[in-house]
C-alpha cells in the first residue's frame, strides 16, 4: 500500500435546497450531542421533529435571499480540493474528503471516499477554529461511530482547535482589512467580533468554546493592531433556554443607541460563508443597523478560498502527521 495520507474535514453541513432545510434540521436536533435530557433515547427524535418543522419556517427566508440553499458544501469541497493540491506540492501525498455533521456528503460517505483511495492513516480535522463538544466533539463521535469496523489499527492523528495558528489569524486579519478598505476613514468605526452561539448549560459544563471565542478577538486585535475598539457577541441563538450573550442583534441596537455610526462585523467562529454569515449578518443584521441608524455597515467575508488559511491548514495537518520539512520529499517518494 502507498504511503497516503487521508485527511477528514469535517463541518457542519447545510441544507441545499429549500426542501432540505427540514430535514437538515431534523439532522441536528437528533443528535443526542446537541439534545440531552433524561430518557432522551425514548424523546430525542419526536422532539427533533417538533423543533425542525417549527425552525424551518423561521429559517427559510434566510436561505431564500442567499439563493435557496447553503453555499457551505461548495465551499468546504473546494477547500478540500486546495488542501490536496498544497500538501502535494509539498511533497505530502494526499487524498482529502468533506464531512458534514448533518447532511450530505456525511461522514460515512468520506470515509468510503478515503477507504478506497487506501489511505495508510488519517489527520482529522475539524474545520471549527474553537473546540467545542457541541461541534468538533459531535463529528468525532459520529467519525468513531461510523469508523469503528474499518480502521484496522491505522493511525488517527487529531488537530483539535486552530484558533492560535498564525496563518489562520493572518488570514482573518487579510478579510478583516478588506471589509474596512471599504470605509472612507476608520474613525468613527467600531469592530463586532460574532460568534455562533451556545447554551450556557455547555458552558457551565467545562466547554471551552467562550474562553477560545474570547482568545481569539484578544489575538486577532493584537496581531492585525487595528486602532478599533471592538466588541464581542453571538448569533443563532434556538430555543429558550439561557445562551451565551450579548446577542448581535442586541449590540447592534446597543450599539446604535451610543451613538455609533459605522459597524464592520467579523464572523469569529466560522470558516466560511453560509447562512449564519449571508443570511444572518449580510441580510438581516445589516437591515437591522440600517433601521437603527448605523449610517455603514460591512461584514468581514468569509475565509473560504483563502490562500493563507490553506497553507495554514497544511501547516496543521503536517504538523498533526508529525511530518517535518525534512520528510516531505522522502513520503512523496514511497
Same mark, same amino acid.
Given at each position: ?20 432545510? $427540514? ?120 467519525? %468513531? ?33 478588506? %471589509? ?99 443570511? $444572518? ?54
Amino acid at each position: 500500500m502507498p504511503h497516503r495520507l487521508g485527511v477528514v474535514l469535517f463541518q457542519l453541513g447545510g441544507p441545499d435546497t429549500l426542501e432540505a432545510i $427540514e430535514p437538515f434540521l431534523f439532522n441536528l436536533f437528533s443528535d443526542p450531542d446537541i439534545i440531552d435530557f433524561p430518557f432522551a433515547r425514548l424523546g430525542r427524535k419526536p422532539l427533533a421533529r417538533l423543533i425542525a418543522r417549527a425552525r424551518a419556517k423561521k429559517v427559510e427566508h434566510h436561505y431564500s435571499v442567499i439563493g435557496g440553499g447553503s453555499p457551505i458544501r461548495r465551499h468546504t469541497e473546494k477547500q478540500a480540493r486546495l488542501l490536496e493540491t498544497e500538501l502535494r506540492g509539498r511533497g505530502v501525498e494526499a487524498a482529502c474528503a468533506v464531512a458534514m455533521r448533518y447532511w450530505h456528503p456525511f461522514t460515512r460517505e468520506a470515509l468510503e471516499k478515503l477507504e478506497a483511495a487506501e489511505c495508510s492513516e488519517y489527520v482529522l480535522l475539524p474545520l471549527y477554529p474553537q473546540y467545542s463538544s457541541t461541534t468538533t466533539g459531535s463529528s468525532l463521535n459520529e467519525w %468513531a461511530r461510523a469508523s469503528a469496523a474499518c480502521l484496522d489499527g491505522r493511525r488517527c492523528r487529531l488537530v483539535r482547535e486552530f484558533y492560535t495558528n498564525p496563518l489562520y489569524l493572518d488570514a482573518m486579519i487579510e478579510r478583516a482589512n478588506r %471589509a474596512l478598505d471599504r470605509f472612507p476613514s476608520l474613525g468613527d468605526v467600531e469592530l463586532v467580533f460574532s460568534a455562533h452561539s451556545l447554551p450556557l448549560a455547555v458552558v457551565e459544563a467545562g466547554d471551552p468554546y467562550q474562553r477560545q471565542i474570547e482568545s481569539t478577538v484578544e489575538l486577532l486585535m493584537a496581531r492585525g493592531a487595528w486602532p478599533l475598539r471592538h466588541r464581542v457577541c453571538y448569533q443563532s441563538k434556538v430555543g429558550a433556554s439561557k445562551w451565551l450573550q450579548p446577542s448581535l442583534r442586541s449590540t447592534i441596537r446597543e450599539m446604535a443607541r451610543a451613538g455609533v455610526r459605522d459597524i464592520c462585523v467579523v464572523p469569529v467562529s466560522f470558516v466560511s460563508d453560509h447562512v449564519e454569515t449571508l443570511g $444572518e449578518i449580510d441580510h438581516e443584521a445589516r437591515e437591522l443597523a440600517a433601521a437603527a441608524g448605523i449610517r455603514q455597515f460591512e461584514m468581514a467575508p468569509g475565509l473560504n478560498d483563502s490562500s493563507l488559511f490553506i497553507a495554514g491548514l497544511a501547516q496543521l495537518v503536517m504538523e498533526a502527521a508529525g511530518i517535518s520539512a525534512r520528510e516531505e520529499t522522502l513520503i512523496a517518494a514511497d
